[in-house]
């Protein structure tokens, strides 16, 4: 099997225990789960700030743990890049400092990826020269990420790099990372307590749950699974997309943008036509009907097919097609009456007021 | 103004108290770094043991170094083996006296500068590659910079006016091992109030610069960490 990272240990604190057991594929992965779950010390593990009680991982074939072979190979020699919580950039050098430190220290036959293109990737240009500590909290991630990038990682370690991030620029930054991932096709894992997240980013999720580890599965699938999906808390599910300015249309007080084909209306917003601008429904706003409604207020009427139906937990996840996958959530007297089935066609109802933008 | 008999003490006391800095700032750093920064074991032991100079009388501390540094003292034993020299009644015998007694003092101030570098800094260095005394070379003291230099100026103030010890080892030899403190003592003890006088002035303008300057250290950040950043 063509797997990238393969974790099998254990760690042990007073009263909690880590037990992971998988095999992780190429891509992105995301490691979910509530606090105190286990994720960040599975990080340092694999990181090696921190080592397991027993077990064994790794990374591309190479062993960077091993209790029966007597393995642990310091973190410097790991190839493995972390980009912390708090970011932690050195407050003692400038960025450009801080995104050279690694790049260093990295021999010239294993550089693959140039300072000059992170600093274009991630639009660092004007931050070069500046002290990190006046950076705000969206520009010390990106310096943290191409601070990492710079040593050409085999694996990026992702502790939340939301989290404490401002709603606004979540989406910035989760473009960033697709960005990232599909230039420098550089693995990655990723910790997240937002499935919405992880379903937008990650291509296999690693639940954990204090330590034990529940699932290992395709984010989406996740959701309607029965030991996994309570975890996931369904309540704040959202759809993310990517979607780009195509016009604004200022006497209705919208921007219509477009998501591959299909163009949406959002309400106004501030930004050029034809830059990308990532957007968040939630998938209780998402209203189905089984039927095109012909006068109605919500602004967005989109014809899509349905996936699957998750009527596991106490509300009914429709899992529909267009473009993207979509996730609406829809109570089980709904799914009665529409009579919506796998295969059929379905009509996704948004307001516009109900489209946040995450930029 | 000042006669070279004093001259010569001031000037010895400068020497004795900055040999002592140098001596006994690596040793310093390295017990201040095992404490804070390793998880090794007997850490309260070794803690205790370095602070003894600061509770016990100087002249405790003098009478051990004495001992130690005599002819048939394990170190005085080989330093004349190997040397031939001996380092007792001699002006480097001050500086290690003064070295000695400022050690607590410098491996102190020394923890509270290297437990101000936040760990997870140096183990994101780490990380990207940095070995540990690359780390600790590139990071940890950089950030730790005004801390050491503040304990080294707090070790050499202390060594300025270093007494007790100082006199059991090095004696109390005009011109040859007579530090401010002692020709203060002995100023003191002939009756010479003026002499003593013009001595201590010159302590107290020696202790306040050393501590003008720590206190600049240790509070005035900004002003000493614009100079790290590149302009």
Redesign the interface.
């Known amino acids: 099997m063509d797997s990238v990272i393969s974790l099998n240990l254990r760690k042990s604190f007073p009263g909690f225990q880590l037990s992971v057991n998988a095999d992780l594929p190429a891509g992105i992965a995301a490691v979910f789960g509530p606090s105190g779950s286990g994720k960040t010390t599975l990080l340092n593990c694999i990181?090696?700030?921190d080592r397991p009680d027993e077990g064994e991982i790794r990374l591309q074939g190479q062993t960077l743990y091993s209790n029966s072979a007597g393995i642990n190979l310091?973190?410097?020699r790991?190839?493995?890049?972390?980009v912390?919580q708090d970011n932690?950039l050195?407050?003692?050098?400038?960025v450009?400092?801080n995104i050279h430190?690694?790049y260093k220290?990295?021999s010239e036959s294993r550089r693959r990826v140039a300072p000059g293109q992170l600093v274009d990737l991630l639009e660092l240009g004007p931050l070069m020269?500046r002290?990190t500590s006046g950076l705000s909290g969206g520009e010390q991630q990106r310096v943290a990420l191409a601070?990492?990038l710079a040593?050409s990682p085999d694996l990026l370690l992702l502790d939340e790099p939301l989290a404490s991030l401002h709603l606004s620029i979540r989406g910035r930054i989760l473009r960033y990372l697709k960005a990232i991932h599909r230039e420098l096709s550089i693995p990655m894992l990723y910790v997240s307590h937002s499935i919405s997240e992880v379903i937008a980013l990650a291509d296999s999720a690693l639940v954990l749950d204090r330590g034990r580890q529940v699932a290992l599965d395709e984010p989406r699938t996740l959701l309607g699974r029965s030991d996994a999906g309570p975890l996931t808390s369904r309540d704040s599910v959202e759809n993310i997309f990517d979607v780009s300015v195509i016009e604004h249309l200022p006497e209705s007080g919208i921007t219509l943008a477009a998501l591959g084909e299909t163009t949406l209306a959002l309400p106004q917003v501030d930004v050029p036509t034809g830059q990308p601008v990532s957007i968040s429904i939630r998938a209780s706003d998402v209203i189905l009907a089984s039927e095109k409604p012909n006068s109605i207020s919500a602004r967005n009427i989109l014809e899509a097919r349905i996936d699957r139906v998750d009527a596991a937990g106490r509300s009914i996840l429709i899992h529909a097609h267009l473009e993207q996958p979509w996730i609406s959530e829809i109570t089980p007297d709904a799914l009665a009456n529409l009579n919506l089935r796998e295969g059929e066609r379905v009509y996704l109802i948004i307001k516009s007021s109900s489209i946040s933008l995450l930029d | 103004m000042l006669s070279s008999a004093e001259l010569h003490a001031l000037r010895l006391s400068l020497q004795a108290a900055s040999l002592g800095v140098l001596l006994g700032f690596p040793v310093a750093f390295a017990i201040a770094w095992a404490l804070v920064k390793t998880e090794m074991r007997g850490k309260l032991a070794l803690e205790i043991l370095v602070s003894f100079p600061l509770a016990l009388p100087p002249v405790i501390t003098g009478y051990a170094l004495l001992l130690l540094l005599s002819r048939e003292g394990v170190v005085g034993r080989f330093l004349n083996w190997a040397f031939g020299i001996d380092l007792l009644f001699t002006w480097i015998a001050a500086a290690l006296a003064a070295g000695l007694v400022s050690l607590p003092l410098m491996v102190r101030a020394m923890e509270v500068a290297l437990a101000g570098v936040?760990p997870?800094?140096e183990?994101?260095?780490?990380?990207?590659?940095?070995?540990p005394i690359?780390s600790l070379l590139?990071?940890t003291l950089?950030?730790a910079y005004r801390g050491m230099a503040a304990a080294a100026l707090l070790g050499f103030a202390r060594g300025l006016g270093e007494f007790g010890a100082t006199i059991v080892v090095a004696g109390n030899v005009p011109g040859l091992t007579q530090t401010l403190p002692l020709a203060i003592f002995t100023d003191l003890q002939a009756g010479d109030d003026s002499a003593a006088l013009r001595l201590v002035a010159i302590s107290v303008i020696l202790a306040a610069i050393s501590l003008t300057i720590h206190h600049v250290l240790i509070h005035r950040r900004g002003s000493l960490?614009r100079q790290?950043?590149?302009s």
Not at chain 1, 78 to 82: D, K, L, M, S
Not at chain 1, 90 to 94: A, R, T, V
């Open positions: 990181a090696g700030l310091a973190p410097e790991r190839r493995v890049g972390y912390f932690l050195f407050p003692h050098l400038s450009q400092k430190y690694g220290l990295t020269q002290r601070r990492a040593a | 936040d997870r800094l183990k994101a260095a780490r990380s990207l590659g940095a070995g690359r590139t990071v950089p950030l960490r790290w950043t590149p």
